[in-house]
């Protein structure tokens, strides 16, 4: 039987799309239209997109003279309304379920404020009570820029943060931003290589420290 992994670490932060919810669905549903209106091939459009900020992905494609922040908002709103087929990732409402019982948990996401709170809502995720949106970044990941916000509103060092993530740019930013990683799905890349990972999150296991002003994590999978 193989050996299991350990991860320790003082603060949790958690990207949401394809880590803590499947929203695959709506995402590939709203990033076909995209493509097919101005003639781009989904599938350029879909490599680049997971895990970025929307205006970023609209601006790497869009054609010249596209009011890229329009768009975007557009694209946005049709997010919004669009809810059938999100899920949770398996596992992901028990673990947040316990995570946050800690006030060292934190999203960090690229989808804006009001998008996650709904998505995590119709996945029957806990929202944690600190997170880090869209509207709250200059610039999106792979930039390490999120999670290093969402570190110091945890007042913890990123060395003793441990990252969820499952999308190139965001373990890119979080390696960036100098926490552990722990991967979810089954992403290639290069920043991937070596890391721990997991299929899931349902044989993630989880020791907690609830002990004001000295919280603790211990995962093992």
Not at 4 to 15: G, I, P, S
Not at 89 to 107: H, K, N, Q, Y
Request: proline share 5%; aromatic share 4%; hydrophobic share 45%.
């Amino acid at each position: 039987m193989p050996t299991k992994q350990t991860v320790d670490a003082r603060a949790v932060l958690c990207d949401m799309d394809g880590t803590l919810v499947d929203s695959t669905v709506v995402v590939e549903q709203v990033w076909s239209e995209f493509a097919e209106r101005y003639g781009l091939q989904v599938t350029d459009v879909l490599s680049t997109a997971h895990g970025r900020l929307t205006e970023e992905t609209v601006r790497d494609h869009a054609p010249d003279g596209v009011d890229v922040r329009a768009v975007s908002d557009e694209l946005a709103a049709i997010e919004l309304v669009r809810t059938a087929g999100i899920v949770e990732i398996p596992g992901a409402g028990e673990l947040m379920r316990a995570l946050c019982l800690t006030p060292a948990v934190a999203l960090v996401t690229s989808a804006p404020r009001e998008l996650a709170e709904l998505r995590m809502a119709v996945a029957g995720v806990p929202m944690p009570a600190v997170s880090v949106c869209a509207e709250d970044v200059e610039h999106g990941k792979p930039d390490p820029e999120g999670y290093l916000k969402a570190a110091h509103l945890l007042g913890s060092a990123t060395n003793d943060a441990v990252v969820f993530e499952d999308a190139e740019a965001g373990i890119e930013a979080a390696l960036a931003a100098g926490c552990q990683v722990i991967i979810v799905g089954d992403i290639e890349c290069d920043a991937a290589v070596g890391l721990p990972r997991v299929p899931d999150l349902r044989r993630v296991t989880c020791e907690v420290s609830t002990e004001p002003g000295n919280s603790w994590f211990s995962f093992a999978f």
